[in-house]
């Protein structure tokens, strides 16, 4: 599964970077979030150590609620306190990152005497060994980023709760969404993390297929109805059912609600999930987790168990998504995602994706993720830095976390190609995007895209999130990469036995991880 398309396309000088956005999705990679077999840290949306070149320029702008070089302390008795910033266990280790990141370093500790900031760079195929040996030498690092759920999660209870300090330094949290603090906000843990670059999702659409099909366009936020044959309904999974068979055609033109389609010659989809992860396709119905709150108990939340026999049924029984082959196939699978092939009329994905969906051609949008159960969930990607419980000095980490969140962010963000959590810097982000031109002078993205709907998509995002915590995390990867296989292979299975047969496999590994 390989989650390094993402926003590699910002640019400067005019020119996209869409270097991150190769091979299909299907395919492993060195900094895959759901590698089947992978030895290395899982890794989120946003986490690549391919991600953000020497051309990126992120529209973000730094707007620290109060700058953390404001007021500096004095040398300490004995010289400055040393802090350590681990990378990279996430992103980062591209070597334009690297430089910027020096840049960074060197600037905090230019303004900061009485803190000496040590950047700790371990590639990203050994960070995440690198990293448990120096916290198992006692040795560690006090600040970890960039780092995505999915590398937070190797590391488990390891992060420290940042509540009092945030309240000690007057930190202003109400300079993010709501949602992307609480994503953050993680049961007994406490708030791990402040948000730096987020990814939420959205629908990704083509206008002139659901025209040529006499249907109305997905509804462009998360409050309005949609209408189906004459009638207001709800932007639901089961609309979006009905929408997408009729938006499926097979040669002879005919949908798949029709008597006569033929499922073997079908040119255009309806519908394509983001199915890089079982559990992020299963999100989109419903936030939840694999793990019980006893920590050792899998349980499978309802809403994603409706998740996959809507998948299942989608791809086998009423046609409107493609089966594995057909994903795989170079004929769909254009431009890393089958949506990016031009010939998928809508599809779920994070923002990542705006990275590569210029091959869909140069009139798509996007709209609202449907509904589950009256409530739609946004599945969400996101990377920041964090605290390890370790650190001997919280109060210093806090001054270089603030510092990377503030004063540093645009310089890395840029680097990350990240999209700003803070809010006040989100507009423009897309004012910058709408102005990139390709190599003959002309826009690459269409007109008035609806980039609203991806900011408000925040407030919905699954918490908590798809990548939580599991025991044995990479064989538990395994097994849920096996289930995805054999799931988009085969026709003709029982999914609710599927179901049961996957959770008493994941308990068996779990069992013998304790």
Same mark, same amino acid.
């Given at each position: ?203 990704? *659409? ?77 999100? *989109? ?51 890393? *995602? ?177």
């Amino acid at each position: 599964m390989n989650h390094q398309r993402r926003l590699a396309g910002l640019l400067a000088a005019g020119v996209l970077v869409v270097a991150a956005c190769s091979g299909g999705s299907s395919n492993a990679s060195p900094s895959s979030a759901a590698s089947s077999g992978a030895s290395s840290a899982p890794t989120t949306g946003a986490e690549s150590s391919g991600v953000g070149s020497s051309a990126v320029a992120s529209a973000s702008a730094a707007s620290p609620s109060a700058s953390a070089s404001a007021a500096l302390a004095t040398v300490p008795p004995g010289g400055p306190v040393t802090i350590k910033w681990f990378c990279c266990l996430g992103g980062g280790d591209d070597p334009s990152q690297l430089k910027a990141e020096q840049k960074v370093v060197t600037n905090f500790n230019k303004s900061h005497p009485n803190i000496k900031l040590v950047f700790d760079h371990a590639a990203y195929s050994g960070a995440r060994a690198a990293l448990a040996t120096e916290l198992g030498s006692g040795n560690g690092p006090d600040v970890v980023g960039p780092v995505g759920v999915g590398g937070a999660e190797a590391f488990h209870g390891q992060w420290m709760d940042l509540t009092d300090l945030i309240q000690k330094n007057n930190y202003d949290l109400s300079q993010y969404g709501k949602g992307a603090v609480d994503f953050y906000k993680i049961g007994n843990e406490g708030q791990v993390g402040i948000p730096f670059a987020i990814y939420p999702s959205e629908l990704y *659409y083509q206008p002139d297929m659901f025209d040529e099909a006499q249907l109305d366009a997905p509804p462009p936020d998360y409050n309005s109805k949609y209408m189906l044959d004459g009638q207001q309904v709800d932007w639901n999974y089961d609309t979006a059912r009905q929408v997408a068979m009729r938006l499926t055609l097979d040669k002879s033109g005919k949908n798949a609600t029709e008597a006569g389609f033929d499922p073997k010659t079908i040119v255009q989809y309806g519908f394509e999930p983001q199915r890089d992860d079982i559990r992020g396709l299963a999100a *989109y119905f419903g936030a939840g987790k694999l793990v019980a709150d006893d920590g050792k108990t899998v349980q499978i939340p309802d809403a994603w168990k409706a998740g996959w026999k809507w998948f299942y049924d989608g791809m086998w029984k009423d046609h409107f998504i493609e089966t594995g082959p057909v994903f795989n196939s170079q004929t769909f699978n254009g431009g890393g *995602y089958t949506f990016n092939s031009g010939k998928v009329a809508m599809a779920e994905n994070f923002l990542w994706n705006v990275c590569c969906v210029t091959d869909a051609g140069g009139n798509w949008d996007l709209g609202a993720i449907p509904s589950f159960n009256g409530k739609p969930t946004a599945a969400f990607n996101a990377d920041t830095f964090r605290i390890l419980k370790s650190t001997k000095h919280p109060d210093e980490a806090f001054t270089v976390l603030r510092y990377l969140l503030d004063d540093a962010s645009k310089e890395l963000l840029n680097a990350y190609s990240g999209f700003p959590a803070r809010t006040a810097d989100q507009s423009t982000f897309f004012q910058q995007l709408e102005q990139q031109k390709d190599d003959k002078g002309k826009l690459i993205y269409p007109p008035d895209v609806n980039w609203q709907v991806a900011v408000d998509g925040i407030q919905y995002a699954d918490n908590p999130n798809f990548e939580s915590y599991m025991p044995a995390y990479n064989q538990s990867l395994d097994v849920l990469n096996k289930f995805s296989t054999r799931w988009q292979t085969n026709g003709g299975l029982n999914m609710d036995s599927e179901i049961a047969t996957l959770q008493s496999q994941l308990q068996t590994i779990w069992d013998k991880s304790h």
